[in-house]
């Protein structure tokens, strides 16, 4: 909901308090006035990162799907079964986060994205989403709608939803190029590699992704 008011707030006549009493009037249990502002001005800093020229620590996880599925065999079967691979990324370390999941689903997403923040050992300010069907239910520059489940989720643990704008590239470049490091680093040091469950797949994965992001580590002091 708060893109909407973001976009209201380029009225000169408008302020942030205005805008707050009409938010709470709508949504009561909804964010204080200090943490209304903060996210406020949060989404109006990821709405032009054109104008950011560094990333800050703690403040941004990007998140997205592979566009290239995994797969295991399953062993009662020996059906092959096809898996989603979730990635995420602290653009100010460069750290990457990488699973399989059995779907693209709303409640494997969630899982997933979990997960992510379990690994990082927090949550960040700000979480950047493409347009996921889990994550957003109708996009729009300025008032995206949330998937419900998301949104009661980022309230849960108090950060904000930035879906990218569609046609805007430059939004998710980074996750984007991610993937692609990903496949080169990840998907190709185990492509000749059987796995028999869905759990043997995401170990051989999270190895991988140690030796990714310690290999981005190194570079980044060199």
Known sequence: MLPVYEKKLENKNVTRFLLWEDYIAKYPS??????????????????????????HAGEKLFIDFCGDTLHY?????????????????LPFSDYA??????????EDFLYALTCALEYY??????????????????????????????????????????PSRPYRPKDKGLVENQVKLIYRRVYARISDCTFLSL????????????????????????
């Open 97 to 106: 986060f990488c699973m399989a999941v059995a779907s693209q689903r709303t």
């Open 30 to 55: 909804g964010y204080r006035y200090t943490q209304f502002c903060h996210h406020l001005r949060q989404l109006m800093i990821a709405r032009h990162p054109s104008a950011i020229l560094e990333h």
């Open 73 to 89: 065999v399953d062993e009662d079967s020996c059906e092959v079964i096809e898996v989603q691979v979730f990635v995420a990324i």
């Open 199 to 222: 759990e043997e797949l995401n170990q051989a994965l999270a190895e991988m992704t140690r030796k990714h992001n310690q290999t981005r580590m190194q570079q980044k002091t060199l």
């Open 121 to 162: 050992g927090g949550c960040p300010k700000i979480v950047v989403t493409d347009n996921l069907k889990p994550s957003v239910v109708k996009t729009d520059k300025y008032e995206p709608e949330l998937n419900r489940l998301m949104d009661d989720f980022a309230n849960h643990y108090d950060f904000v939803t930035m």
